[in-house]
């Protein structure tokens, strides 16, 4: 069974699910992840663009449900090891320059969704307004579903390719992929890109996020951790 595949499923999926019923949930993972990957095929506009689960099409993942904030509540807070302390609002976040980078997106689990538009800040841009110090050794991040965590070496945080993430696929991230902001960490698999980011902690020591407690690898780069082979994202 796919480990990434985690209950409940939010209502709202559920609702999404439209003519496909709602019997198949308690079926269990299959059924899940068929739904993630119909849900994938909803365009932002909510338009169905297709019903055929494909290899290239992103799957929507969840440990604890879908969480929704609007852009005018949302705020990113950065603490911790900093000499300043600093919270940003979505309008903030808007006005650094912007960082765009389109590669490829690859869950540890197999499927990977090829030449993905993201846009956002470079988390470096937001680490050096607030200042780590000396000691800042690790970056951890917090989901605002509550749950799910993830970590990053203050080295892997400072990568260009680490983008504070408030567009995807050509527009405003949806609630499913984790909007209005999400992180993209373009060389790692897929579950360091935390959904519905909150909150960016600098620490001395090392936390481990959500899957890597569960046995995944801290260092997740894409092709050289986690027992894979997978072709590294360029
Ligand atoms: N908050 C949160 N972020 C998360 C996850 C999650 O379950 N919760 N799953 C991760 C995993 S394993 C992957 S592969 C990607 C999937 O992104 P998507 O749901 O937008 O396809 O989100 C990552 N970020
Ligand atoms: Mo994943």
Known sequence: MDPEISKPIGRRVILSMGAVGVAGIAYGSKIQSWVGSTLSKVAPNNSLIGLIPGADTFQIYTVA??????????????????????????????????TLLTKDFQCVTGWRVPNVHFKGVALKDILSKAGPKNNANYVLFHSFDGVYTESLSIDQAMRFDVIVAYSMLGGPITE??????RLYVAPMYGYKSIKWLSEITLSSSLQEGYWEQ??????????????RNDRPVD
Request: net charge negative.
């Open 176 to 181: 499913e992929h984790g909007g209005p902001v």
């Open 65 to 98: 449900g879908f969480p929704q904030m609007s852009t005018s509540q949302y705020k990113l807070s950065v603490n911790g090891l900093v000499k300043k302390e600093l919270s940003f609002t979505y309008e903030e976040l808007l006005s650094f320059k912007p």
């Open 214 to 227: 569960l046995g995944y690898d801290v260092n997740a780069w894409i092709g050289n951790s986690n027992g």
